[in-house]
């Protein structure tokens, strides 16, 4: 059971670069997400995802794109990085948002350099 | 917007002693659900202790347990007999009926042998 998988766990992109933050989990949840953690700042949800075909966007999505064609993956694209994309970014599923199934589990992290 | 805040950003306790760690929020909702997550030097963010706001008893979870005060809008977290390997980032965090889980801007924790 690998939990939640995020690829690549380092990337280093140039200004106006395009890259695509892979997050796949075999725990057939329903909720996916995607957060970045940006130092005395916390978690801030960027997209959200209850299902496969339905997303919904978080407190910063700007400059960031998502889907959800399965209900395993939940692909986070940057369409033309900027240097405040420089960041650690964490993809995080759940079963549900009852009590009991609305615990998150996190994957390893990505961090992002944008120069 | 709805905001969690936790007022110590760094937070530092003797091994074995007892240390609290402060989280207030704001909601217009009845009900939702509270959770502390735990961020090692590893960057794993791991649960230690989650809460429902319609229960009264406050949750625990062996050495760690909580303070929720709903009317005063608050969720501590406390730990006993503090363990070195209890080191990390605390992160105080609400889901609410909107599906957006908020989280607020951590607490470092240094244990100190």
């Known amino acids: 059971n690998a939990g939640v998988t995020q690829t690549p766990k380092f990337q280093v992109l140039k200004t106006g670069q395009s890259m695509t933050l892979q997050c796949a989990q075999d725990m057939n949840h329903e909720y996916m997400s995607w957060y970045r953690q940006d130092p005395g700042m916390g978690l801030r949800l960027i997209h959200y995802?209850?299902?496969?075909?339905?997303?919904d966007q978080g407190e910063v999505p700007n400059g960031y794109n998502v889907s959800r064609s399965t209900t395993e993956d939940f692909p986070l694209r940057l369409l033309s990085a900027a240097p405040s994309q420089t960041s650690v970014y964490f993809c995080?599923?759940?079963?549900?948002?009852?009590?009991?199934?609305?615990?998150?589990?996190f994957g390893a992290g990505s961090r992002l350099t944008v120069l | 917007a709805q905001t969690v805040t936790q007022s110590q950003p760094e937070m530092s306790v003797q091994e074995a002693e007892t240390v609290t760690l402060s989280c207030t929020y704001d909601?217009?909702?009845?009900?939702?659900?509270l959770f502390w997550y735990k961020q090692p030097p590893s960057r794993q963010m791991i649960l230690v202790i989650r809460?429902?706001?319609?229960?009264?008893q406050n949750a625990t979870e062996n050495r760690f347990s909580v303070n929720f005060q709903k009317a005063a809008k608050s969720f501590s977290l406390k730990i006993s007999d503090s363990q070195l390997g209890d080191a990390a980032m605390y992160f105080c965090a609400k889901l609410s009926g909107t599906y957006k889980y908020i989280f607020g801007t951590g607490t470092r924790l240094k244990v100190l042998a």
């Open positions: 995802s209850v299902g496969a075909g339905i997303t």
């Open positions: 809460q429902e706001a319609y229960k009264q």
């Open positions: 909601t217009s909702e009845s009900d939702y659900y």
């Open positions: 995080a599923s759940s079963r549900g948002f009852a009590s009991g199934a609305n615990v998150l589990t």
